[in-house]
Structures are given as structure tokens and as C-alpha cells.
Nanobody, 122 residues
């Protein structure tokens, strides 16, 4: 599986961005998918995940009610709609598959995508 994350950019505080995770030649519906981020000088953290068979989602508290993870089955993507962005959301964002998923974005990562930079600044 090769994952491609896209959609990052520079946005002002309060703005919105939509990240997309694609995997050409692979059906993402068959995978548990997570979005992660790594801010400068910090470790990588899981922020939102979606389960494969029932699309149950999970969000960390700091993004809950601001970010929405979803599958676009027609386009074979998993998207992360981000709104009300804050400077502390600045990070490189990654998508990944899980080979084993235990819920709440915990499990064994299968494949990482390349990151996409999100910068929130006025």
C-alpha cells in the first residue's frame, strides 16, 4: 500500500483545510485509517481514526468538533476536514493504515503516507 496525503497549506487562524489520503490501486475501504500529525520539536500524535467495517470514528479532545474524518468511497479517499484552525494545529500531517486496530487510534501501523504541511498563521 502506498498512501498519498495532500491538501495542506497556509491558512489563517479560524480558517479551514481539507486533507485527503489516497492509495492508488488499493481499496481504502478495506483498511482502518488514521490521521496523525507532528509539530516542530514534538512527537507524532494520532488525531483521528476511522474503522473499516462500520466507519466508527475517533478524535482526540483537542480536535473534536473541529475536525471530521470521513471516507469518500467514490474517490477512494479518506478525508480530514479541518475547521476553526489554530496556530497549535501547525504540523506535518500524515495518514496511515492499521494492520491491527484496537480502537481510539491505537494499534499497529501498517503503512505511513508522506506528510503534508499545515501551517496556521496570521
Amino acid at each position: 500500500v502506498q498512501l498519498q496525503a495532500s491538501g495542506g497549506g497556509l491558512v489563517r487562524p479560524g480558517g479551514s483545510l481539507r486533507l485527503s489520503c489516497a492509495a492508488p490501486g488499493v481499496t481504502l475501504n478495506d483498511y482502518h485509517i488514521g490521521w496523525f500529525r507532528q509539530a516542530p520539536g514534538k512527537g507524532r500524535e494520532a488525531i483521528s481514526c476511522i474503522r473499516t467495517f462500520d466507519d466508527v470514528t475517533y478524535y482526540i479532545d483537542s480536535v473534536k468538533e473541529r475536525f471530521t474524518i470521513s471516507r469518500d468511497r467514490a474517490k477512494n479517499t479518506v478525508n480530514l476536514q479541518m475547521s476553526d484552525l489554530r496556530p497549535e494545529d501547525t504540523a506535518v500531517y500524515y495518514c496511515a493504515t492499521f494492520t491491527r486496530y484496537h480502537g481510539r487510534c491505537s494499534g499497529t501501523i501498517g503503512t505511513w503516507g508522506q506528510g503534508t504541511q499545515v501551517t496556521v498563521s496570521s
